[in-house]
């Protein structure tokens, strides 16, 4: 994991709200993806804001996006949110609404 890469969670009602900071290489993937499957039982959406990333490594990108297929059973809707929204989620959201 990229040293300065952190996660804020925070969960009210049927949402989760993520928060990145830092920057995001394929192990900092790997981390988003854990807190999502560790934190989504009973929520209906999970925001992921990107606007506290400083750096976006392509493989960190990749990770993320070709590990979604993991989550795809789960029932939540997933927005990207922030000026980095572009960068980390997938171009054709396949697997969630």
Same mark, same amino acid.
């Given at each position: 994991m990229a040293s300065n890469f952190r996660i804020s969670?925070?969960?009210n009602s049927d949402n989760l709200d993520l928060k990145l900071? *830092?920057?995001f @290489?394929?192990?900092s993937?790997?981390?988003l993806l854990n807190a999502m499957e560790e934190n989504c039982d009973g929520v209906a959406r999970i925001?992921?804001?990107t606007?506290? =990333?400083k750096h976006i490594y392509p493989? *960190?990108?990749d990770t993320f996006q070709n590990s979604l297929y993991l =989550?795809? @059973?789960r029932p939540f809707r997933l927005v990207f949110t922030g000026e980095n929204a572009g960068s980390i989620a997938p171009e054709r959201n396949k697997f969630f609404t």
């Open positions: 969670i925070h969960r900071m *830092g920057d @290489d394929g192990t993937a790997c981390e925001f992921v804001n606007s506290g =990333l493989f *960190g990108q =989550l795809k @059973d």
